[in-house]
């Protein structure tokens, strides 16, 4: 998930509150605002006297010749390095908002390589994308220059909405079957979701299925287009920043990545978790040589997701038939990928 930080060069209660509400994760302020900032929400600050501290939690440094990069790849070794032509304090000043790019691709290419918590001053829609796309993964996240409460939540939204990306394929079904009782988790989410979203799960982290949210109508019940009747306890769910968690433990406060049809994400927080007994299905399928299954309630209003992006019903499934599946290298510890022998059957 990508950090959201506010640069404020002086107070504004308004411009304050448009981070808040936006869901800003951090606001960048002169010394001495700490105590009105906190006094309109929970905020993380970023100031001398704020509770990260330029120099010693958060490293300010200009990036203009090869010695800035050098120096910088030490420093994201020790913590969050942003850069900014600010000064090392890192104190916004009275000049206002900056114009014009103060990075270029290639440096930050090579410290993104680097490793560690990188985030890069953006002033524009285009360098947000540009920030959060280099290399495919881009920086940490973003520092928001902004000179109107307007500005500031369209370009918080823009990262906001900047989700993740995987690639779908599609998946022959090979076997479907009851497979008695178990523990089956809902994901009811603080999100509505629409035809077509929902959540990758399945029994591998390295084979997951789009379970498609209670989106849509039908006889029995009303439409719940928070929920995703996700699967069994055991089963694997993807999370933001790649990752993958087991459903039951999942609770209310915890993101989530929820994918549309085309394999683009959008983060959302829990709100509940349901789990209860009710009687399964085990359906397996077949892609690109690999072969990956998920177990599902056995019931109309669970639903996978065929290739034009439709729902399709557990109950109507059929040998086969194809739905769309995100295939990947087995092999996670601990939710994040790993580059070990391992199998799962």
Same mark, same amino acid.
């Given at each position: 998930?990508?950090?959201?930080?506010?640069?404020?060069?002086?107070? =504004?209660?308004?411009?304050?509150?448009?981070?808040?509400?936006?869901?800003?994760?951090?606001?960048?302020?002169? @010394?001495?605002?700490?105590?009105?900032?906190?006094?309109?929400?929970?905020?993380?600050?970023?100031?001398?006297?704020?509770?990260?501290?330029?120099?010693?939690?958060?490293?300010?440094?200009?990036?203009?010749?090869?010695?800035?990069?050098?120096?910088?790849?030490?420093?994201?070794?020790?913590?969050?390095?942003?850069?900014?032509?600010?000064?090392?304090?890192?104190?916004?000043?009275?000049?206002? &908002?900056?114009?014009?790019?103060?990075?270029? &691709?290639?440096?930050?290419?090579?410290?993104?390589?680097?490793?560690?918590?990188?985030?890069?001053?953006?002033?524009?829609?285009?360098?947000?994308?540009?920030?959060?796309?280099?290399?495919?993964?881009? @920086?940490?996240?973003?520092?928001?220059?902004?000179?109107?409460?307007?500005?500031?939540?369209?370009?918080?939204?823009?990262?906001?909405?900047?989700?993740?990306?995987?690639?779908?394929?599609?998946? *022959?079904?090979?076997?479907?079957?009851?497979?008695?009782?178990?523990?089956?988790? $809902? &994901?009811?989410? $603080?999100?509505?979701?629409?035809?077509?979203?929902?959540?990758?799960?399945?029994?591998?982290?390295?084979?997951?299925?789009?379970?498609? @949210?209670?989106?849509?109508?039908?006889?029995?019940?009303?439409?719940?287009?928070?929920?995703?009747?996700?699967?069994?306890?055991?089963?694997?769910?993807?999370?933001?920043?790649?990752?993958?968690?087991?459903? =039951?433990?999942?609770?209310?406060?915890? *993101?989530?990545?929820?994918?549309?049809?085309?394999?683009?994400?959008?983060?959302?927080?829990?709100?509940?978790?349901?789990?209860?007994?009710?009687?399964?299905?085990?359906?397996?399928?077949? $892609?690109?040589?690999?072969?990956? =299954?998920?177990?599902?309630?056995?019931?109309?209003?669970?639903?996978?997701?065929?290739?034009?992006?439709?729902?399709?019903?557990?109950?109507?499934?059929?040998?086969?038939? =194809?739905?769309?599946?995100?295939?990947?290298?087995?092999?996670?510890?601990?939710?994040?990928?790993?580059?070990?022998?391992?199998?799962?059957?």
């Amino acid at each position: 998930m990508k950090l959201v930080w506010v640069r404020l060069p002086d107070w =504004s209660e308004e411009m304050v509150k448009a981070a808040l509400e936006s869901g800003a994760d951090a606001l960048v302020i002169p @010394a001495g605002m700490q105590g009105r900032t906190k006094s309109l929400g929970r905020i993380v600050t970023v100031a001398s006297d704020g509770d990260l501290r330029p120099g010693i939690d958060v490293f300010f440094e200009a990036l203009s010749s090869p010695e800035d990069e050098a120096r910088i790849m030490g420093l994201l070794d020790r913590g969050t390095v942003v850069i900014d032509d600010e000064g090392e304090t890192g104190e916004p000043g009275k000049s206002g &908002v900056a114009t014009g790019r103060t990075w270029e &691709v290639i440096p930050v290419e090579n410290l993104i390589v680097h490793g560690g918590k990188l985030l890069l001053p953006v002033r524009s829609r285009e360098e947000i994308d540009l920030a959060l796309g280099i290399m495919e993964r881009g @920086a940490s996240g973003v520092v928001i220059h902004a000179r109107t409460p307007g500005e500031l939540r369209d370009l918080i939204t823009r990262v906001k909405s900047a989700g993740e990306k995987t690639v779908f394929a599609e998946a *022959r079904i090979t076997g479907i079957r009851a497979a008695g009782m178990g523990d089956r988790v $809902c &994901v009811d989410t $603080c999100t509505l979701m629409g035809e077509g979203e929902g959540l990758l799960t399945g029994n591998s982290s390295a084979f997951l299925f789009l379970v498609q @949210a209670e989106s849509l109508a039908n006889p029995y019940v009303a439409p719940r287009p928070f929920r995703v009747n996700a699967g069994p306890v055991h089963a694997y769910v993807r999370v933001p920043d790649e990752g993958t968690r087991y459903l =039951s433990e999942l609770s209310a406060g915890d *993101r989530i990545a929820v994918f549309d049809r085309t394999g683009s994400a959008r983060y959302a927080t829990v709100g509940r978790i349901k789990i209860e007994r009710r009687p399964l299905l085990f359906v397996q399928a077949e $892609c690109e040589g690999r072969s990956g =299954s998920i177990l599902l309630q056995n019931a109309e209003t669970v639903r996978l997701t065929i290739p034009d992006g439709t729902a399709k019903s557990v109950v109507d499934l059929s040998e086969g038939d =194809s739905v769309l599946v995100h295939s990947e290298q087995a092999g996670r510890h601990f939710g994040k990928k790993v580059s070990e022998t391992i199998r799962e059957k």
